[in-house]
């Protein structure tokens, strides 16, 4: 009986921890723009800085057309950022799904160093733009 309990306790943390997790990693504060939107923007010429944070290898065989290849870190650092304009949008994406974890954990690193205006694209991000037809590049 006490094992079970402790199993389940032990179960019941993880589950807690892996939550809590998703839910930091996710950056729900950070605005997110929509595919549609996003695409309005490029239209009209917009200056618009678009990051993919996904592998090189990834970015390489598609991304949004016009995108720069900015694989994901968990530790950002200022050689990274400093060709970065801050005078205009920075819009940064991923395929990892709900919350966007990798590009949302990068849109907050790039808010850190001072950007204020980054939003995340919003999830189905680069498959929703792909599903859309919308313009892709390949490197």
């Known amino acids: ?23 930091v990693l996710a950056q729900p504060d950070i605005p997110r723009i929509s595919i549609e939107e996003l695409k ?38 200022l050689e990274d950022v400093w060709s970065l304009p801050e005078d205009q949008l920075i819009v940064t994406y991923c395929d990892c799904g709900p919350g966007e974890a990798d590009s949302s954990d990068i849109a907050a690193q790039l808010i850190r160093f001072g950007y204020d205006n980054v939003k995340i694209l919003r999830d189905p991000s680069i498959k929703g733009w792909k599903e859309a037809g919308y313009p892709t590049g390949k490197k």
């Open 1 to 23: 009986m006490k094992i079970r309990r402790t199993a389940y306790t032990i179960v019941i943390s993880i589950c807690f921890w892996a939550l809590a997790t998703v839910c």
């Open 40 to 77: 309005t923007l490029m239209d009209q010429g917009a200056p618009v800085t678009i990051l993919d944070v996904q592998p090189k290898d990834i970015y390489a065989e598609e991304h949004i057309k016009g995108a720069i290849s900015f694989p994901y870190k968990s530790q950002v650092e």
